[in-house]
């Protein structure tokens, strides 16, 4: 069965207090993964794919990482307006052959002025 | 730029009740699929679409029937209401198989 862990759950962050989210995932015939970023009361807003190992993208204070088993998603400096619930999402293949997308739950951050 | 737009944002029923939420894209994108998310459980697929006429099952489509008429609208239907089904239910659509998915801003369902 596919499965998206991330990790932590909830992370809070003083202004300018850097860190890392991680997403790990076992998902058969994997094509690639997504983050996303969900504000409430919204839809996941689009952020990044990644593709292959090792590759690296990269928008305002935020960083996504890809490794064979697990992709990172690192916040620089980050300021009260990153707050939100970033999602990880590996895309793969079920055995209809159809392309689903495989969502983990979500890490909730919160960054204080 | 519209993207995905879900109607409605909220909506309550009573247990048995049956209704339609309704979800269109203006990026005329072939494929198209109803989510739920609830607290603690990752997005979860309901029902998708490849292609005007085509439909399929998801993850956890009983409860709920959808049909795919035109490119643009992938109505979802819940036939006999159930508490089971409180859930926020987003609407995607995508225009590759391997492209990202473009999400609606949600129907926020309480059944009582």
């Known amino acids: 069965e596919d499965q998206v862990t991330q990790s932590p759950e909830a992370l809070r962050l003083q202004e300018g207090e850097s860190s890392s989210l991680n997403c790990s995932y076992t998902?058969?015939?994997?094509?690639?993964l997504f983050w996303y970023r969900q504000d409430p009361g919204k839809g996941p807003e689009f952020l990044f794919t990644?593709?292959?190992a090792g590759e690296e993208k990269e928008k305002e204070r935020l960083k996504a990482t890809l490794t064979k088993k697990e992709s990172f998603l690192h916040i620089t400096a980050p300021k009260p307006e990153d707050s939100a619930t970033y999602l990880c999402?590996?895309?793969?293949?079920?055995?209809?052959?159809?392309?689903?997308?495989?969502f983990g739950i979500g890490t909730k951050l919160q960054v204080i002025p | 730029n519209a993207g995905v737009t879900q109607t409605p944002k909220f909506q309550v029923l009573k247990t048995g009740q049956s209704m339609t939420l309704q979800c269109a894209q203006d990026?005329?994108?072939?494929?198209m699929s109803w989510y739920r998310q609830d607290p603690g459980m990752g997005l979860r697929l309901i029902h998708y679409?490849?292609?005007?006429?085509?439909?399929d099952q998801g993850e956890v489509p009983n409860g709920y029937n959808v049909s795919r008429s035109t490119t643009e609208d992938f109505p979802l239907r819940l036939l006999s209401a159930a508490p089971s089904q409180t859930s926020v239910y987003f609407c995607?659509?995508?225009?590759?198989?391997?492209?990202?998915?473009?999400f609606g801003n949600g129907t926020r369902l309480t059944v009582t």
């Open positions: 998902v058969s015939g994997l094509r690639g």
């Open positions: 990026m005329n994108h072939e494929y």
């Open positions: 999402a590996a895309p793969g293949t079920d055995s209809g052959g159809y392309q689903k997308v495989t």
């Open positions: 990644l593709y292959s």
């Open positions: 679409s490849v292609g005007a006429g085509i439909t």
């Open positions: 995607a659509s995508r225009g590759t198989v391997s492209s990202p998915l473009h």
